[in-house]
């Protein structure tokens, strides 16, 4: 209360000074307009009296002057008038008389200067404004007639609007104050309580509460600044309280804390560079506003982690329509962009490279080479000759960010650039170069239809270190090499040596960012919730995240819900499955035609178990943010990975670390490398369409006992083996190695 009567007593007065301004200026300005049209006025009736009537004026005496004034006063409006020929000679009116004592100086000046004088006078407290006018004629001469013309109605309409202001002055004042008062009220002290409330949740931890819109728009930016500053609070003390159990239980479980304090020992202030085709943040046009998005992929998953705990730069194709207005002059951006970690530099790929470069050769040719699921690779000379450019450009802009470096790290990502590792040695020979090949390497006779399979196998082995995801793909790549190139292969430390280079091929399981600090995050609704949401009405609910990709399996995971439901129709109306499916590489006939396929599968399934309310499947054809799929992980019952054939598969371990009651069942592919660690998911030939619908049984049915122990299990697997491990035994494999 005493803030709200300050605040309106400030009001009055800063608006009430501002107004006094205006108004004195505006009456000195009306003041003097008036003035100025009645010296005007009382000149003009001067000239005409004394043109029309000086051979008359000689003929004025004391005995008609009263008649004589009386007209020219009635005629003009005047208030008096006098005749003057000296001090002992006035003919005036009695009104004039009264006056003349005041006038008796200004007559003198007048008759002195041979000038006509205007000014204004004071009467009984009534302003005047006299006018003298000198009459030299033959007649007469050094005599004057004094004028004089009531000024008083300028005072009153001064103060007229002295006193009009004044009113619309309170009044605006007044509205001001209460609207003002209003606005703080609700429109200020409002969102600052909520500010509050937002500030209170970050010191208790309470993400939830931190997520909440401001409830204005102009405190986006706050609120945005706020849960930054909370997450950041919060997972420090989230990690502290990690790092303290670690100690006190002596357990060497890998940190993003600790992660930066081994590549600080190990790098010695050299640089880390990562290149991938992918980049990690991708910024497009939303409206009229940029929007900063995360691509849906695997290894931006895995890598993103590590370069947010050690910085480093991250090179990589742009491929946002608005990337080019996010960057500085030399293809920079710093990002996380609300929280900056690392510098990410993007190149920028022709329409004609794209296609040739990735669609073609990476895309049509490697991933089908690699992925055994039925679809025949296609190579074409045009496609290659774009792969070898594409990975020259890279290399020529890791060679140029490295320039001042004498021996960086470089850390490629993927089957994009396999060339990209000799190229860089041959540049920087000291450099430390290592290549992790996310997806499967094939056997030899498999990767043998690859019509430049020695070039890529030399691109590779320029490298260092080649990572694999298993044991099992890095023997069928030493395989490879062995039977395709002329060289020396080690198979008691599973190394390479060609050409004085020697070349280490090591397993490293790739993992998430999953450590115990997450274990205490709690889901936040039900499954049957979620599902309301989107419209459905069921009990039950089964996941799956995957691209829209024919390695991934989706429509025999299809085929096996159908079976499923054929099996148990007590579960029509009770059990649906949701997958998100995220499209990509659709200019790729094989792909655009899984879409179709999917889409087309989804809705015959669909149609046959037809209910009001409810859906057997229910396909989110977009692409999700992991925050926007974390809700479904928390609350499946159980989720379905059904990879054809796939290196890791990270939507398996994103699953089990979203399980913080220990509850839910992973279903898991035999063909995907996650089955050979997480031991405590039901492992199924995603091709046995049968045993398979009977694993979704199995998972729906299991006991509650029985989930939790295969749950824990898996979850002590992934957070001793998680992202942060798999960066140290990367890195420190690599600083080990001495060529």
Same mark, same amino acid.
């Given at each position: 209360m005493r803030l709200n009567l300050s605040l309106i007593i400030s009001i009055i007065v800063a608006v009430g000074l501002i107004a006094f301004s205006f108004t004195f200026y505006q009456t000195l300005s009306e003041r003097s307009k008036l003035n100025s049209e009645l010296e005007k006025r009382t000149v003009q009736i001067a000239e005409e009296i004394c043109q029309g009537n000086s051979a008359y004026l000689t003929q004025i005496n004391h005995v008609n002057v009263d008649s004589f004034t009386d007209s020219i006063n009635n005629k003009y409006n005047l208030v008096g008038l006098a005749v003057y020929y000296n001090n002992d000679s006035i003919i005036a009116n009695n009104f004039s008389l009264n006056l003349m004592n005041s006038?008796? !100086? &200004?007559?003198?000046?007048?008759?002195?200067? !041979?000038?006509?004088?205007?000014?204004? +006078?004071?009467? !009984?407290? =009534?302003? @005047? &404004?006299? &006018? +003298? =006018? *000198? #009459? /030299? =004629? $033959?007649? @007469?001469? /050094? %005599? #004057? @007639? #004094?004028? &004089? %013309? !009531?000024? $008083?109605y300028i005072d009153n309409i001064i103060n007229r609007i002295w006193m009009r202001n004044f009113i619309r002055w309170f009044m605006q004042a007044l509205f001001v104050s209460l609207i003002t008062v209003f606005i703080i009220r609700w429109g200020i002290f409002g969102p600052i309580n909520k500010i509050v409330d937002w500030v209170k949740a970050a010191r208790m931890g309470n993400i939830d509460q931190l997520r =909440?819109?401001? *409830?204005?728009k102009f405190l986006a930016p706050l609120h945005k600044e706020i849960v930054q500053i909370a997450k950041a609070m919060h997972e420090a003390k989230a990690s502290a309280e990690e790092e303290a159990r670690l100690r006190t239980k002596a357990e060497a479980v890998w940190t993003p804390e600790r992660l930066k304090v081994e590549m600080t020992n190990l790098l010695q202030n050299k640089k880390l560079v990562v290149v991938s085709n992918r980049e990690p943040y991708m910024h497009v046009h939303e409206g009229k506003t940029i929007k900063c998005l995360v691509p849906a992929s695997g290894m931006i998953t895995a890598m993103e982690p590590i370069l947010k705990a050690c910085g480093g730069l991250w090179i990589a194709s742009g491929t946002g329509d608005a990337d080019k207005e996010t960057v500085d002059k030399n293809g920079k951006v710093q990002v996380p962009p609300e929280d900056p970690k690392y510098t990410l530099k993007r190149l920028w790929l022709t329409k004609e490279e794209e296609d040739h470069f990735y669609y073609g050769f990476s895309n049509e040719g490697l991933w089908p080479l690699c992925h055994i699921a039925h679809t025949r690779p296609t190579f074409r000379r045009e496609d290659w000759h774009f792969y070898k450019k594409v990975n020259e450009d890279f290399a020529k802009a890791v060679l140029e960010e490295t320039a001042d470096e004498e021996q960086p790290f470089i850390l490629i990502q993927d089957y994009h650039f396999s060339l990209l590792p000799e190229l860089i040695k041959k540049g920087k020979p000291n450099a430390k170069v290592a290549i992790f090949w996310h997806i499967p390497w094939p056997n030899p006779e498999s990767f043998g239809i690859c019509p430049w399979q020695k070039e890529i196998l030399q691109g590779m082995l320029g490298a260092d270190l080649i990572g694999f995801h298993t044991q099992y793909h890095c023997n069928h790549f030493l395989e490879t090499v062995n039977k395709t190139l002329e060289s020396r292969v080690l198979w008691d430390n599973f190394s390479v040596k060609m050409s004085g280079q020697t070349t280490f091929v090591k397993p490293f399981p790739i993992s998430i960012a999953f450590t115990y600090k997450d274990f205490n995050k709690k889901p936040k609704i039900k499954a049957s919730q979620l599902l309301d949401e989107l419209g459905i009405s069921a009990k039950f609910m089964g996941v799956g995240v995957d691209r829209i990709d024919y390695t991934k399996g989706i429509i025999e995971k299809f085929q096996a819900i159908e079976r499923f439901l054929e099996k148990n129709p007590s579960y029509i109306g009770k059990f649906t499955f949701v997958q998100i499916g995220a499209p990509s590489r659709t200019l790729i006939k094989s792909y655009s035609d899984m879409v179709s396929a999917v889409e087309t599968e989804t809705n015959r399934i669909n149609w046959r178990f037809k209910s009001k309310g409810w859906k057997a499947i229910l396909l989110l054809k977009r692409h999700h943010s992991h925050e926007e799929i974390e809700p479904f992980y928390a609350v499946a019952d159980f989720c379905l990975v059904n990879s054809l054939h796939d290196g890791m598969n990270l939507v398996a371990k994103e699953y089990v670390a979203s399980r913080n009651e220990n509850d839910g069942v992973l279903i898991l592919s035999r063909f995907a490398g996650a089955s050979q660690e997480l031991q405590g998911a039901i492992v199924v030939n995603p091709y046995d369409i049968e045993k398979s619908a009977d694993a979704i049984k199995l998972a729906l049915e299991m006991t509650d006992q029985e989930q939790n122990l295969r749950m824990k299990q898996m979850r002590q697997i992934i957070v001793e083996n998680n992202i942060y491990s798999w960066a140290a035994a990367l890195l420190r494999t690599m600083v080990t190695i001495h060529n």
């Open positions: 006038s008796l !100086d &200004y007559i003198s000046q007048s008759i002195a200067a !041979d000038t006509s004088l205007g000014t204004f +006078i004071t009467s !009984d407290g =009534k302003s @005047i &404004y006299q &006018y +003298i =006018k *000198p #009459v /030299n =004629k $033959e007649t @007469i001469s /050094n %005599n #004057v @007639i #004094v004028f &004089y %013309n !009531d000024a $008083e =909440k819109q401001p *409830p204005a």
